[in-house]
């Protein structure tokens, strides 16, 4: 895959502060029960983790104006921030605030980096230079928890806290470095494509009901699975295995998916990114052994793999000149409105009804989705 400096240096202010926002995710939950909180601290300092990106249409508008390093600089102080606050005042109540600033440093480097990756990308590239943006993306998924573990058992919270601080901190330094590599990009003055413009593009609903069930999918999987390996008496490693499968899966797929969207499309290979992780869902129930659940995670992380990077392609490409940054902050949107909705109605499911039913039911809704998408 032949790598853009440009798109590698957009990339990269995602890639090295957000090592640190992934390993807190796995930090905070934990340092909670360290400190003698409950679990519904913990599910709630989570929900507000995801507060802020729920204004992400309305950053995606702002960047425009104001410009992308701007927008971003304040996202890496409200991450290094995060980390920092519960280094310095160990407590609860503190960690409330490190989720709100940790989810506002999503809501500030998300958006502008997808946007600029499409923005700085020639039309015959765009499938590529997003291809390995969402490489990068899922390696940070790998390696955040990886070393949340291992910092907390080596540097204590306190000290893990402090090294992921350091990590999202070092965006503003990464920043020094714009004007190499990125070049001026004109701000947006006068009327711009509003809310419901943006919604009136042919087919951009479809992208963001794609983008929000697909999060479902993501969420979800990496939810019941353990749940549904422990009752089946799998070993913690086990579990992890089937767990790591799933995003190596997803990486390798990203390999190939330039060459797959020059030959099919965004729509059709969307359409079977659907069908596969839907497929994934259906047949999990219906196995009980290691080696086959672990082909269902490779199946999983082929689909959702391909479907991830596809969507944030579509909806650049879909969007109206001047207002890209809009369009990924409602991709955004989309995707943190069913971060919050899913749980909560899809955890009671489980609790009445088993982790089967919910896990067909899910799979149902993917591959009626993707049949449509499939149908055009």
């Not at 409200?78 to 605030?97: C, E, K, T, V």
């Not at 980096?113 to 020639?122: A, F, I, K, P, R």
């Not at 000149?321 to 909705?341: D, F």
């Amino acid at each position: 895959m032949r790598i853009s400096p440009r798109v590698l240096y957009i990339s990269s202010l995602l890639f090295v502060p957000f090592i640190g926002i992934m390993a807190s995710r796995v930090a905070f939950p934990l340092y909670v029960l360290e400190l003698g909180g409950s679990a519904l601290d913990a599910g709630l300092i989570s929900a507000v983790n995801h507060m802020p990106t729920l204004a992400s249409y309305n950053v995606g508008v702002i960047q425009a104006r104001f410009g992308y390093r701007r927008v971003m600089a304040l996202g890496a102080i409200a991450g290094g921030l995060s980390m920092l606050l519960p280094w310095f005042f160990p407590g609860i109540g503190m960690l409330y605030l490190a989720a709100l600033l940790s989810g506002t440093w999503t809501l500030c480097v998300l958006p502008p980096t997808q946007s600029l990756v499409g923005m700085l990308s020639e039309p015959t590239d765009v499938a590529r230079n997003f291809s390995l943006y969402n490489i990068l993306a899922w390696l940070t998924g790998f390696l955040g928890p990886l070393l949340a573990g291992y910092g907390i058992e080596g540097a204590g919270y306190a000290g893990a806290f402090l090294l992921f601080g350091i990590a999202a901190l070092a965006t503003l330094c990464l920043l020094g470095l714009w004007k190499r590599f990125v070049p001026e990009l004109p701000r947006t003055e006068g009327p711009r494509p509003g809310l419901r413009a943006t919604l009136a593009v042919p087919r951009m609903l479809g992208v963001l009901l794609a983008t929000g069930v697909l999060q479902v999918g993501l969420d979800m999987y990496g939810f019941f699975l353990p749940i549904y390996g422990h009752g089946l008496g799998f070993s913690p490693s086990e579990i992890g295995i089937l767990v790591s499968v799933a995003s190596v899966s997803a990486i390798g797929v990203c390999f190939v998916l330039p060459r797959l969207v020059a030959r099919y499309g965004e729509a059709r290979l969307l359409a079977a990114s659907l069908l596969l992780t839907g497929a994934s869902f259906a047949l999990l129930p219906a196995f009980q052994g290691f080696w086959t659940i672990l082909a269902v995670s490779v199946l999983y992380g082929l689909g959702i793999g391909g479907g991830q990077p596809l969507t944030t392609m579509l909806t650049f490409r879909r969007a109206q000149k001047g207002a890209e940054g809009a369009a990924m902050g409602l991709r955004l949107l989309a995707s943190s409105l069913t971060k919050v909705a899913a749980p909560a109605l899809l955890g009671p499911a489980a609790s009445a009804l088993g982790i089967a039913p919910v896990l067909l039911g899910i799979g149902a809704l993917m591959a009626a989705l993707g049949w449509r998408w499939k149908s055009g």
